[in-house]
Nanobody
Framework: QVQLVESGGGSVQTGGSLTLSCAGFGRTFSSYAIGWFRQAPGQEREFVAA????????YYADSVKGRFIISRDNTKNRVYLQMNSLKPEDSAVYYCNPAIGSSLSEPLYDYWGQGTQVFVSS
């Protein structure tokens, strides 16, 4: 198993940028595909982006394609989510989780960390 801790959230204005970090604890971090998911108040948690273990392929939700970039540094046990051109509808708590499925859009674990809050003001 691997434990993940999210950080990097904050408050920005529309059009701004933030970079989230997902820190992995465990020697097998580099063997997991990692995904970012988000949940806004009153809404279900949704897939945002995911990256294969080697970092060779990335997947994005249509709503963030072209604006968000997922990357990873296995030497540091880190996965990053660079978020550009942020919109108010991107406001949510962002979580990372090992990802599974053909497009890595499903979380492996059914438990979640504390996440990191992103608020985009209009």
């Amino acid at each position: 198993q691997v434990q993940l801790v999210e950080s990097g959230g904050g408050s920005v204005q529309t059009g701004g940028s933030l970079t989230l970090s997902c820190a992995g604890f465990g020697r097998t971090f580099s063997s997991y595909a990692i995904g970012w998911f988000r949940q806004a108040p009153g809404q279900e948690r949704e897939f945002v982006a995911a990256i294969r273990p080697s970092g060779g392929r990335m997947y994005y939700a249509d709503s963030v394609k072209g604006r968000f970039i997922i990357s990873r540094d296995n030497t540091k046990n880190r996965v990053y989510l660079q978020m550009n051109s942020l919109k108010p509808e991107d406001s949510a708590v962002y979580y990372c989780n090992p990802a599974i499925g053909s497009s890595l859009s499903e979380p492996l674990y059914d438990y979640w960390g504390q996440g990191t809050q992103v608020f985009v003001s209009s």
